[in-house]
């Protein structure tokens, strides 16, 4: 098996890139860059606890940047801004381009200037170590802060658990596969409607509804 390959945020080559791309190399998350990450949510959070502005986080987008979104509708928000980005067609990317995608987005979070929540780096990590990838499509894009179509269905597919353990993995309860034909694809609730590949049959339980619940918001 390939070796450890662990992110910071700062110290990944192209190498590494390669290894867990293409050779399946098991991905791991060094301590000091989720304190980063935890100390960079805990500023966003504050912000908003004291009611200030916050681009992006209770106002709109864009021209909408002057509107303030209600408390109550910040996750909604978040959902939203998602979809409506997840707009890309044609065929899917292949495995190796998505891995490469899944871990350069993991290392850029631990960076700890996002604001993000540590969960989401370590879920993404999760994916990339049960073999479950989102399927990305290869035409679109909307090219401001990174190509932001791709990213969007990538997020959609952060919505759905897998187990983290050796065993093999597993998709969520909401998934319907199709037939078994090499790398399984199955498609996420209604809701999030991006198919994502994975490697054996859907698993219904409570506990996986449960943890769906639990990991049901992008930030």
């Known amino acids: 098996m390939p070796a450890l390959v662990t992110l910071d945020g700062r110290s990944l080559s192209i190498a590494d890139v390669v290894t867990v791309a293409r050779g399946g190399a098991p991905v791991a998350i060094a301590a000091p860059s989720l304190a980063l990450v935890t100390a960079s949510r805990r500023v966003i959070e504050a912000a908003v606890a004291r009611g200030d502005t916050v681009y992006g986080v209770n106002t709109g987008f864009g021209k909408l940047a002057h509107v303030r979104i209600k408390p109550e509708q910040t996750r909604e ?44 780096p370590g879920l993404i990590v999760e994916m990339l170590n049960a073999g479950v990838h989102p399927r990305v499509p290869s035409q679109g894009s909307v090219g401001a802060s990174g190509d932001l179509a791709p990213l969007a269905h990538l997020a959609l597919t952060t919505r759905v658990p897998i187990r983290s353990s050796s065993a093999p993995p597993r998709c969520c309860v ?38 769906w619940r639990s990991r049901s918001d992008w930030s």
Request: contains cysteine; proline residues 7%; aromatic residues 2%.
């Open 77 to 120: 928000l978040q959902r939203n801004l998602i979809r409506s980005h997840a707009s890309g067609v044609g065929d899917p990317l292949a495995v190796d381009a998505v891995r490469a995608m899944m871990l350069l987005r993991a290392n850029v979070l631990l960076r700890g200037t996002s604001g993000v929540r540590p969960e989401l």
């Open 174 to 211: 909401t998934c319907s596969p199709t037939p078994r034909s090499g790398s399984r694809i199955a498609r996420t609730t209604r809701a999030c409607r991006t198919p994502i590949r994975c490697a054996a049959r859907p698993r219904s339980s409570g506990r996986w509804a449960k943890a």
